[in-house]
């Protein structure tokens, strides 16, 4: 106790500015906190910070972190691992120093920093100095092996949000200020001196923003918590109901009114039609929504909800959008998940017949004209490929064997009966010979 009470008489004794050793109070929450991290208020967007001069004063930034200007532009990142949209020191090193110039001196309120990981990148581990830059032998720029405070600088606090236990993934706050409100003192110059947060070569802390607050501004504007963007629309004959959750991207809420719902309201109900069977009924209610924690995967269905990549969806709006949205509408409507609730002992469907029936619907139903599932090379034409290659597989054996054979396929599925030997039943020959065959057609540039 003694020591600490003697470092803080040294704190008063270098900066009669500093009143008291300053707290640091800490925010945390899951990635869809959207930055309200209680106590800590949400990031500003005319704090001090947003016109200081940022400056790297020691170590270096990763290859795949943007510029400092990252940490003031008030900009938050949409997703939990977004290199673009944080400030990271190189992978492997230890981490480094961040100097701010508030351009003059002022009256600093306190100090709020934010970050974004979804792992062990989250937390944020490290000491704030700040100097008015007028002692003597003030250093603006101490490398290092320099302690700060040797040379012009106090230290205002540490800063480690790293939790007890788990990787620490998820948003995190800190902020340094006085409990009394009091502010920390007249400053012009903050370094950050950052330490990685574990020894992991991918230790580096997402820094997603920086705040200054400036003790004699009073009405400082914050980030608006997420708005929930959800809207519900019921089909024109009342049989269903389609929701649309676009929350995650914003942008495109008026795109999925105009332009995906239309396509919404017409195929679902023909894939309902399409792929029926004995006392089946589809779910009538569908919800679709943007998400952004998806990874490279565009989109997925689970049970009556399709998640759909926000990051992704933006550039696909005249190309694979749409019919992405129907697939996944397919997999909705064929709910083989049920076989295993309706079937004592449920045959597994494999995955190629479940993909290879909704990119059929998609590629020769839906979007014929995009040519979309033509074979290029016939190295590729196995019938069981899956996915557009199987649909091309599917097309062809219904148009030149069996008109009625996706209504079978399916049924067999979803009722958990699928097995080979019905491909026998329906066209008279095994799915090994219907393949051979349909190659054949590949090979003759048929398909
Ligand atoms: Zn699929």
């Known amino acids: 106790m003694k020591s600490a009470i003697l470092t803080c008489a040294a704190l008063l004794a270098a900066s009669p500015a500093l009143l008291a050793a300053a707290e640091v109070t800490k925010g945390f929450g899951p990635s869809d906190s959207g930055f309200k991290l209680d106590p800590v208020l949400p990031p500003a967007l005319d704090d001090a910070a947003a016109k200081a001069t940022f400056s790297i004063i020691d170590g270096q930034k990763d290859g795949a972190s943007p510029d400092l200007a990252v940490l003031n532009d008030g900009k938050m990142p949409v997703g939990e691992d977004q290199p673009s949209a944080n400030f990271f020191f190189a992978n492997g090193s230890a981490g480094g120093r961040i100097g701010v110039d508030l351009g003059s001196v002022i009256d600093v309120a306190g100090v709020a920093t934010y970050s974004w990981h979804r792992q062990g990148r989250g937390p944020q581990v490290y000491k704030l100095y700040a100097a008015d830059g007028k002692a003597k032998d003030f250093n603006a720029a101490p490398k290092n092996g320099t302690d700060p405070k040797t040379c012009g600088w106090v230290l205002l606090a540490e800063v480690d949000t790293r939790p007890k236990t788990g990787n620490g993934g998820g948003q995190h706050a800190a902020e340094v200020s006085n409990k009394n409100r009091k502010p920390l003192g007249e400053f012009r110059h903050l370094l950050f001196d950052v330490s990685r947060t574990s020894d992991d070569s991918f230790g ?51 795109w999925s009114e105009k332009e995906l719902l239309p396509v919404i309201e017409e195929w679902y109900p023909k894939l309902v039609e399409m792929l029926p069977s004995d006392g089946y009924r589809a779910p009538d209610q569908v919800t679709f929504e943007y998400r952004d924690d998806m990874g490279g995967t565009p989109a997925y269905a689970a049970g009556n909800r399709i998640a759909l990549s926000a990051p992704w969806f933006p550039g696909q ?113 095994t799915v090994q010979e219907l393949g051979d065959e349909w190659k054949k057609a590949v090979e003759e540039g048929k398909r």
């Open 204 to 254: 580096n802390t997402f820094f997603s923003e920086v705040d200054v607050l400036d003790a004699k501004q009073s009405d400082v504007q914050r980030i608006k918590p997420l708005e929930k963007i959800v809207k519900n629309y019921k089909s024109k004959d009342g049989k269903f109901r389609y929701i649309i959750d676009s929350t995650k991207a914003p942008a495109l809420t008026e």
């Open 317 to 429: 709006l005249k190309r694979e959008a749409k019919g992405c949205v129907v697939h996944e509408m397919g997999h909705v409507v064929q709910n083989y998940w049920r076989a295993r609730q309706t079937n004592r002992q449920p045959k597994d469907t494999p995955g190629w017949v479940t993909e290879g029936i909704c990119d059929y619907i998609r590629w020769f139903l839906f979007e014929p004209q995009s040519n979309g599932a033509h074979v290029r090379d016939v190295g590729q034409a196995k019938y069981d490929a899956s996915y557009r290659i199987t649909g091309n597989f599917l097309d062809w054996v219904i148009k030149e064997k069996d008109k009625d054979l996706l209504k079978k396929l399916n049924a067999s599925a979803r009722e958990g009966k699928y097995e080979e030997k019905l491909w026998k039943d329906w066209t008279g020959k």
